[in-house]
């Protein structure tokens, strides 16, 4: 099937700095990816979804200033955690879309963020 | 509010049980349906979808789902569980080809050897 790669897999970082996170599908052209945030013991809540060359769309409750996301190309799209909190710490997985007759999305491995 | 429900928190099975993992749905009209499944340490992987056409679907490593439109159901089974099937389980919906998809709170799956 189809391989989406996510880097950095792990991140600790300090109160108020900045984190990025990057999502790749390595052998498909994504116009669509979703970013996705698990809470431990809960199901994947989704945070936005990102289309190739335009503004991404964000779920209610989501802040869109705090958690920038950009598509930049069919194969990349990254997430950037700004001012991060240790309340902005979880597990923070992408998908892509794959865009064919049946579209189906394939998920990355996860970044686990730590906010010290 | 439209959701999916998996009514099952934490399932322990013995090797060779079988096994059927429940998944309701609350939304109308027309749906694709998946499974995916999360070994330890392991992303999320897909083990089977439905579009349409035969309401019973077979995916990877055995399991098979049925669709079941009166019931708003899709529920996961496999004839024999392996140990090596421990993981945590997630039915998602979407509508449409467009359509994010909506999971469920997950199975954690325990199989004893």
């Known amino acids: 099937g189809a391989v989406v790669s996510q880097h950095p897999s792990r991140v600790i970082c300090k109160s108020g700095t900045s984190v990025k996170i990057e999502c790749r599908s390595l052998?498909?052209?994504?116009?669509?990816m979703f970013w996705y945030r698990q809470f431990p013991k809960q199901s994947l809540m989704l945070m936005a979804t990102s289309n190739e060359g335009s503004k991404a769309t964000y779920e209610q409750g989501v802040e869109k200033d705090k958690f920038l996301i950009n598509h930049a190309s069919l194969t990349l799209s990254t997430l950037t955690v700004t001012s991060a909190h240790p309340e902005d710490s979880s597990f923070y997985i992408c998908?892509?879309?794959?865009?064919?007759?049946?579209?189906?999305?394939?998920f990355g491995p996860g970044t686990r963020l730590l906010v010290l | 509010a439209q959701s999916v429900s998996q009514h099952n928190h934490h399932v322990i099975l013995s090797e060779a049980a079988s096994l059927e993992l429940g998944c309701n749905y609350s939304?109308?009209?027309?749906?694709?349906l998946f499974w995916y499944v999360q070994y330890p340490g392991q992303h999320l992987q897909l083990l089977l979808k439905y579009f349409s056409g035969d309401p019973l679907v077979k995916g990877i490593k055995g399991f098979e789902a049925e669709f079941i439109k009166s019931k708003f159901s899709f529920n996961l089974r496999k004839p024999s569980v392996q140990w090596s099937d421990t993981a945590e389980y997630f039915c998602?919906?979407?509508?449409?080809?467009?359509?994010?998809?909506?999971f469920g709170k997950g199975t954690k799956l325990s199989v004893k050897p």
């Open positions: 998602a919906v979407s509508r449409g080809s467009q359509g994010n998809l909506i």
């Open positions: 939304y109308g009209g027309t749906v694709n």
């Open positions: 052998d498909f052209q994504a116009t669509t």
């Open positions: 998908s892509a879309r794959d865009g064919g007759l049946q579209e189906t999305q394939y």
